[in-house]
């Protein structure tokens, strides 16, 4: 079945610090690809998203691009703010197939 | 506009015992989903409804567990006979349509976080 690996976290890094978060996903077929994001005490909110091969996501200044010979899709941004602590969580959506398959979440922690 | 809300926010049950979670989806978001959110699993998909009937039930863990929607709007998760094991968080979301393909967007809610004692 479809399934998502996501980096173990949890993960700490200075303000305005590069991010990376690795996710590799294993699916039959194309599937589309999502970072979500949990900040404290809210819901789920989709971050960005991508349907097919080389297609890059991005919004607020994180980005992710899909890697079909790789099957990855690695989170990043290039400058984090106190901000952007939350729990970042990896998706994906195969064709004909309704439900959101998550990797595990990765706590992000930014410190001042 | 509202998004999709969830009650109780928190419920405290004791072990046995029935418990009904709620969801109010986006207005005119045909598609609902059910997902569970637990230390030991992750994020774990439950069910999907199209408007009042569920294509995909296969995530529901065992008959303990089922879920209802009407007038193609709220939902109901029912545990019945709960068990410490099912103490986790359950998220709501929903989509304008299903997808089938890929462009539609699933709004979560804030959840339903239930304790088991």
């Known amino acids: 079945g479809d399934s998502v690996t996501q980096m173990e976290g949890p993960v700490t890094l200075s303000e305005e610090a590069f991010l990376t978060i690795n996710c590799t996903y294993t699916a039959t077929g194309y599937p589309s690809l999502f970072w979500y994001v949990q900040y404290p005490g809210e819901g789920l909110q989709l971050l960005l998203k991508?349907?097919?091969?080389?297609d890059k996501g991005s919004n607020k200044g994180f980005e992710a691009t899909y890697r079909k010979e790789t099957t990855s899709f690695h989170l990043e941004k290039g400058s984090v703010q106190v901000s952007d602590s939350a729990v970042y969580f990896c998706?994906?959506?195969?064709?004909?197939?309704?439900?959101?398959?998550f990797g595990t979440g990765t706590r992000l922690t930014i410190i001042p | 506009g509202a998004g999709v809300s969830q009650s109780p926010s928190n419920k405290v049950t004791e072990k046995g015992k029935d418990v009904e979670l709620r969801c109010d989806p986006i207005?005119?978001?045909?598609?609902l989903y059910w997902y569970r959110q637990s230390l030991g699993q992750g994020l774990e998909f439950l069910i999907y409804?199209?408007?009042?009937?569920?294509?995909?039930k296969s995530g529901l863990p065992s008959d303990r567990f089922s879920a209802e929607r009407t007038g193609g709007s709220v939902s109901t998760l029912t545990i019945q006979r709960t068990q410490q094991e099912d103490s986790a968080v359950y998220l709501c979301?929903?989509?304008?349509?299903?997808?089938?393909?890929?462009?539609?967007?699933?709004?979560f809610g804030p959840g339903t976080r239930l304790l088991v004692l």
């Open positions: 207005s005119g978001h045909t598609a």
């Open positions: 979301a929903s989509s304008p349509r299903p997808s089938g393909g890929y462009q539609e967007t699933q709004y």
């Open positions: 409804f199209q408007g009042n009937s569920a294509p995909d």
């Open positions: 998706a994906l959506k195969n064709f004909g197939n309704e439900k959101l398959t």
């Open positions: 991508a349907t097919k091969a080389d």
